[in-house]
T-cell receptor
């Protein structure tokens, strides 16, 4: 199974709502990522989990809260979002990188969740 | 800070021609560089990886070069087809962080 799945595909939420995005992979990857992508822009890294521990937080606002309950699942909890948070949210996974070395590991991306904040 | 630039916002070519996309980077010395394809509304898909000690890498109609002196990678699609139309992203990584270039949108016209 070489697929990363994401649910839901589309999400519309108000600024006071609480919602969650889900991501799952069964490739045995121990690094998982959340990216945010605005239209006509490259993906921007938000969070990295390595062996189920948060290893990188790219100064993301606290209204985004990641969670990695096990090696196959990654969640992104959303609360009190702003309209400018509307974007495509991508999940990816890979084999993790040994410290001190550049990784050669390709990332496998999911199809993304299209989020609209009203 | 890390900067990765790709040539022009869109590249229009005729079917059958070779498309050449450029990726330039600064303030980094990656051991590897990767190329991804992204279709509208979809996640990027890995295409090729090239190591710093490799001058060239090929896969079917795709060819990548990597010049660490110029800090540049070139991505070629030979005998291009309309189905090759997509956005192509180069990416450098350090530890578990991936830095994506701005992307080049390729349009192959029949």
């Amino acid at each position: 199974d070489t697929e990363v799945t994401q649910t839901p595909k589309h999400l519309v939420m108000g600024m006071t709502n609480k919602k969650s995005l889900k991501c799952e992979q069964h490739m045995g990857h121990r690094a998982m990522y959340w990216y945010k992508q605005k239209a006509k822009k490259p993906p921007e890294l938000m969070f990295v989990y390595s062996y189920e521990k948060l290893s990188i937080n790219e100064s993301v606002p606290s209204r985004f809260s990641p969670e990695c309950p096990n090696s196959s699942l990654l969640n992104l909890h959303l609360h009190a979002l702003q309209p400018e948070d509307s974007a495509l949210y991508l999940c990816a996974s890979s084999f993790p990188t040994p410290r001190g070395r550049s990784s050669y590991n390709e990332q496998f991306f999911g199809p993304g969740t299209r989020l609209t904040v009203l | 800070s890390q900067k990765i630039e790709q040539n022009s916002e869109a590249l229009n070519i005729q079917e059958g021609k070779t498309a050449t996309l450029t990726c330039n980077y600064t303030n980094y010395s990656p051991a590897y560089l990767q190329w991804y394809r992204q279709d509208p509304g979809r996640g990027p898909v890995f295409l090729l990886l090239i190591r710093e000690n490799e001058k060239e890498k090929r896969k079917e109609r795709l060819k990548v070069t990597f010049d660490t002196t110029l800090k540049q990678s070139l991505f070629h699609i030979t005998a291009s087809q309309p189905a090759d139309s997509a956005t192509y992203l180069c990416a450098l990584n350090n530890f578990n962080k991936f830095y994506f270039g701005s992307g080049t949108k390729l349009n192959v016209k029949p």
